[in-house]
Nanobody, 132 residues
């Protein structure tokens, strides 16, 4: 059974940094495109970033470009989200997600990778709060 477990969330001041981790089990990690999504209080879940199976292609929401970096370590079955220069509007529950996929250039079909319903497996989320 697939399990995705996020960690690393917490309370941080504006301008601070956090590194989220998502540890995967029950799947062949290197065969999955991985994504990060977030859900602010009372709002819908939205795309943050995605990374291809090999890590050679990444995709970011415009709101986080230049501040967030997604990476993965296939030897550790883990995907990361480094978040720098955090803002109050980054406050949300953050979820990782896995999509069984080929090793694709994510820029080519970017809208598909930004859709939550593309991903079959989800973690339970980790809360990030950015104080002003």
């Amino acid at each position: 059974q697939v399990q995705l477990v996020e960690s690393g969330g917490g309370l941080v001041q504006t301008g601070g940094s956090l590194r989220l981790s998502c540890a995967a089990s029950g799947l062949t990690f290197s065969l999955y495109t991985m994504g990060w999504f977030r859900q602010p209080p009372g709002l819908a879940r939205v795309f943050v970033a995605a990374i291809s199976r090999s890590g050679g292609s990444t995709l970011y929401a415009d709101s986080v470009k230049g501040r967030f970096t997604i990476s993965r370590d296939n030897s550790k079955n883990t995907v990361y989200l480094q978040m720098n220069n955090l803002r109050p509007e980054d406050t949300a529950d953050y979820y990782c997600a896995a999509d069984r996929d080929d090793d694709r250039d994510l820029q080519y079909e970017s809208s598909r990778y930004q859709a939550p319903n593309r991903y079959d497996n989800w973690g339970q989320g980790t809360q990030v709060t950015v104080s002003s």
